[in-house]
């Protein structure tokens, strides 16, 4: 069930808000919470029934390894530190069967010119996100710095249906409180409100600019076999927006959901386009995830070493960085994606402190937005070829021309042209035009307008914004466009 379907806008989410806050004003608060875990896991299991029963054993796996650590005695056979491991290598191998096997017997039989059959494993919807935050659960609790004794409150901890798919990864610490606090038990209308908002800002940016910008990018990097100078960029751009908006709206709607419980998931998403360097842009892209990394990856590399140095200090973040691609899918693709940023991140605190020149933030930020653009098109491609066609074209290697397919898709996309006849050069350079002021309006919204986050501090409920939500919501509903052929990006990871 995606969040941008008329099932989950007009039917689940409104059904589980009155029933739940029905069931809290009737004092049944533990059959609130049970309700609110079922209804997750049955939004869970619209995608595929069949994952249901894996991330319900993950769940009683990690709480029984959890509860173990939260004891504060040790036990004979089997220390805390083993459990955690035990508990840390069942997430990780839970993982790497289901998102990693095939990949490594693909690269184990090219290596080794073996035949060994591929699995062709489905990967189950969400257990990246899932298995990171149960993760962070087992040594938060290995730290004595998070308790649970009660399974119904775990679950609810890892199911909570707003951040289950696609994050952000939250900590137990996060969440629990904003359940057991009883002000939260009642409708807040103020949160209803803004939750409604800006769960209508992501449906919009989602529906109308991300999937707009989407039917670009396919077309460049799927159905185009040679991009000329034009088409490369407007391929390389569009997908790097789509993916902006496309996860910008996800946030959004996310965080949105979640305020009609009352509940303020943690910020994951913050103009990171604005960045005027790599190491800003890990700060404001996937906010969750870095800090997820930062923590229990880099730290525990970087506290590995005897003798701490700057040099290694820089292997841990490229490695991490790596990381990071890899745990965004199993594909060479992501991997170099992730290999950039490294270097990229290295590159930045290598200038800082060994030439101590700051950069006029024009040219910072130009520099970081072309190293992010470059980096998407690897991010975005299937295979190496795709990434190198996308390259090639936008280095000039095959001209400027504007080919008919991209000629008949801008033109289709454009809403006047069925009113404006024109052929040849004359079409050439109005689709152009149109192309280019469409990417203008992509930076300008990412880099004029204020984030979401701040409406969530700032709110006050006008009718200017009860009149965008009732826009939005109209727009979207006749919209005529397959919605279920539109999925989150993230989803897939």
């Given at each position: 069930m995606l969040f941008n379907s008329y099932e989950f806008i007009f039917i689940f989410l409104p059904i589980t808000f009155f029933i739940y806050f029905y069931l809290n004003k009737k004092r049944l608060v533990r059959a609130s919470k049970g309700f609110l875990v079922v209804s997750s896991l049955f939004f869970y299991s619209w995608w595929n029934i069949i994952y249901l029963p894996l991330i319900l054993c993950?769940?009683?796996?990690?709480?029984?390894?959890?509860?173990?650590?939260t004891k504060d005695k040790e036990y004979k056979k089997v220390s805390k530190k083993k459990l955690l491991f035990i508990g840390i290598i069942g997430n990780v191998g839970l993982l790497g069967y289901f998102k990693y096997t095939d990949f490594f017997i693909e690269n184990i039989n090219l290596a080794l010119s073996l035949e060994i059959p591929m699995l062709n494993l489905a990967l189950p919807l969400a257990i990246s996100f899932f298995t990171f935050q149960q993760i962070a659960y087992l040594v938060d609790s290995y730290r004595g710095e998070t308790k649970e004794y009660d399974f119904l409150n775990y679950a609810l901890f890892v199911t909570f249906f707003p951040q289950l798919i696609a994050g952000p990864i939250v900590h137990h610490k996060e969440?629990?409180?904003?359940?057991?606090?009883?002000?939260?038990?009642?409708?807040?209308?103020?949160?209803?409100?803004?939750?409604?908002?800006?769960?209508?800002?992501?449906?919009?940016?989602?529906?109308?600019?991300?999937?707009?910008f989407a039917i670009w990018a396919t077309q460049g990097f799927d159905n185009t076999e040679i991009l000329t100078f034009f088409e490369a960029w407007a391929t390389s751009l569009s997908y790097t927006f789509q993916l902006y908006f496309d996860f910008s709206g996800y946030t959004d709607m996310a965080i949105?959901?979640?305020?009609?419980?009352?509940?303020?998931?943690?910020?994951?998403?913050?103009?990171?386009?604005?960045?005027?360097?790599?190491?800003?842009?890990?700060?404001?892209?996937?906010?969750?995830?870095?800090?997820?990394?930062?923590?229990?990856?880099?730290?525990?590399?970087?506290?590995?070493?005897?003798?701490?140095?700057?040099?290694?200090?820089?292997?841990?973040?490229?490695?991490?960085?790596?990381?990071?691609?890899?745990?965004?899918?199993?594909?060479?693709?992501?991997?170099?994606?992730?290999?950039?940023?490294?270097?990229?991140?290295?590159?930045?605190?290598?200038?800082?402190?060994?030439?101590?020149v700051k950069l006029h933030y024009i040219i910072g930020w130009f520099l970081t937005f072309n190293i992010i653009n470059i980096s998407m098109i690897f991010f975005r491609a299937k295979e190496w070829e795709d990434a190198v066609k996308v390259l090639k074209g936008m280095v000039g290697f095959n001209g400027a021309a504007i080919s008919t397919e991209f000629a008949n898709l801008i033109n289709w996309l454009n809403p006047l042209s069925a009113y404006i006849k024109l052929t040849g050069s004359e079409m050439n350079t109005f689709i152009s035009v149109y192309t280019f002021e469409m990417i203008i309006v992509g930076f300008i919204l990412v880099l004029l307008f204020e984030n979401s986050n701040k409406l969530r501090d700032t709110f006050n409920f006008e009718l200017s914004k009860t009149l965008f939500i009732i826009v939005t919501l109209v727009f979207f509903y006749f919209l005529n466009i397959d919605i279920n052929e539109s999925p989150f990006i993230y989803f897939n990871f």
């Open positions: 993950s769940m009683l796996f990690n709480y029984l390894i959890g509860t173990l650590l969440m629990m409180p904003q359940f057991a606090s009883k002000w939260n038990l009642v409708k807040s209308y103020k949160n209803i409100a803004l939750g409604i908002f800006i769960f209508s800002i992501g449906l919009f940016k989602k529906v109308v600019i991300a999937d707009t949105g959901a979640a305020l009609l419980f009352n509940i303020k998931l943690p910020i994951n998403f913050n103009s990171p386009y604005k960045s005027t360097s790599l190491i800003q842009v890990w700060e404001r892209w996937h906010i969750t995830l870095s800090k997820f990394v930062n923590m229990y990856i880099f730290k525990p590399i970087v506290k590995s070493y005897k003798h701490y140095t700057f040099s290694k200090g820089m292997i841990a973040i490229f490695v991490s960085m790596v990381i990071i691609g890899l745990w965004h899918g199993a594909s060479w693709m992501f991997v170099f994606f992730g290999a950039i940023h490294g270097v990229g991140i290295v590159v930045n605190h290598i200038w800082k402190r060994k030439v101590k």
